[in-house]
């Protein structure tokens, strides 16, 4: 049963370090919002 506790303990370490470094990517480092336009190949629009 040790084992099996010891094992639990390092997996839900290392999920709470993955999840804890992908909170502070999403929330410290987000992307520049820019806008972007592109011409869309055979569409034409109606004036």
């Known amino acids: 049963m040790p084992s099996l506790f010891r094992l639990l303990f390092v997996l839900c370490a290392l999920a709470a370090a993955v ?7 999403a ?10 336009s592109k011409p ?3 569409v034409k ?3």
Do not use: A, M
Request: charged letters at 20%; a positive charge; hydrophobic letters at 35%.
């Open 19 to 25: 999840f804890g470094g992908l909170y502070v990517l």
């Open 27 to 36: 929330t410290r480092f987000e992307p520049e919002q820019q806008t972007i």
């Open 40 to 42: 869309v190949s055979g």
């Open 45 to 47: 629009i109606r004036r």
